[in-house]
């Protein structure tokens, strides 16, 4: 930028042919005192730059990778490549550089300095390169492109890079409609939002993969129009360790009358690209008196054979927040019609269907069972595959895994690319799945979806390189 702001201000005439003209000697100078100044910035580095006659003969150099390891790196890390050239050739060798190429971006434009290198002399020259966390497992060829002062052919060096990806995170949720205060909402406790309400929708995020999520953005999108304002509509978490649960609170009010709230909840690792999304829709009560909540006794215990729901909301469609065990105790805190609610554990206040429950004095609730409710979240299907091979010589690989999921997986999709090469429709909940995908020469970007039948997907990456390029 320094350099054409100078020229241009030198510039003395309108027309194009006497500006250049009058440049050429300009541009000239200002070449010749870059080259010295690059010279002497490298000959701090201990790189001597200086140009001088080309030999006779054809120039041939022995080129080592080395260090410890130098060419398996994780994601996340920082991978330092050592090379090393000696000139088996009979002449010297002037302003040698070494390029690198690859397919894969990461590893691709990297610069090995090594100057002036006479017959038999050895030089060394390292770079550094932070390998994304996100990288994926591959293995990928490198290519050391070696240019000189003369542009003279010299022979390409190759090797290998093999990136080892990090365990990704995968996300869970449930959620509940929360009226009573807590949180700085307002409204009369009744689980459902009513026009008027300031309503909290609490959602319980829950990390079920094997690597810690980095930074998460939880985001709720209102696609009701003006009859929601969203006061609190995004946060971003640090650090869900696997297994963990973050608890936040999306805020909005119910301004209009409007039957049905429709709201969207994504949940985005940024540092993976790793994410689901899940349409949400709500149903909103006119006034706060078609709602009402009317006390009850203090305590409900369950009494069917089986386990008892406790939701989110005191509405049908509202999500599961767990299950409870026949003999579970809970503290009521009131009933609306066939609902009651309840306090099922720290941050988790739900409702139980009336006719699961019996309901009980102070005196008469016994010893308050140990086993807690078993929280249930909303999660996209599992997928396995078997580990398929890196590099081939093939045309073709056979991909193999299965999809699972605690309802129904819907659809398996396979892409090569952008390009869908198979297609696994279901109404099972474990779908095993076999297929051959034709591959391109170079790299492969290989990817299956999977969807259930809640809507949520959830997708795995590899890469497939094959040889013959």
Known sequence: MTVAKNLLLKIPFPQKHETVDELSGEIATISSQEEKEIEQRLRAEGINWSRGPKGAGKPYIQTKIRGSAPTHTKAGETLTIGASVTN????????????????????????FIFGKLSPGETRKWSVKIDVPKNALTREDEVRVVFKDLYRQEIPEFKFTVNTEELPRPRFAFNYQVIDDGRYNTAGNGDGVPETGEKIGLLVRVKNTGKGKAEKAILALKNLSGEAVYLSKGRFEATEIKPGSVKVLPFIFTVKKDISEIDLTLAIFDEVFNKGIAKKILLPVLKTSGDGEITPSAPYVKIKRKSTADVIGGSFDSATVLGHAPTGTVFKSLGKRGNWVKVEAGEDLVGWVRAGDVTFLTYYDRGDLPSEAVSE?????????????????GLPEIEIEGKVIDKGNVELVSIFVGQDKVDLFPSTTSDLPFKTKVKLNPGINFIT????NSSGLTESRNFVVRRLGS
């Open 448 to 451: 299956v979806i999977a969807k």
């Open 88 to 111: 088996r050739g009979t002449a010297t060798l002037w302003q040698l550089v070494g390029f690198t190429e690859s397919d894969n971006p990461v590893l691709a434009g990297k610069e």
């Open 376 to 392: 249930v979240f909303d999660d996209p299907p599992l997928i396995e595959i078997k580990k398929p091979v890196l590099v081939t």
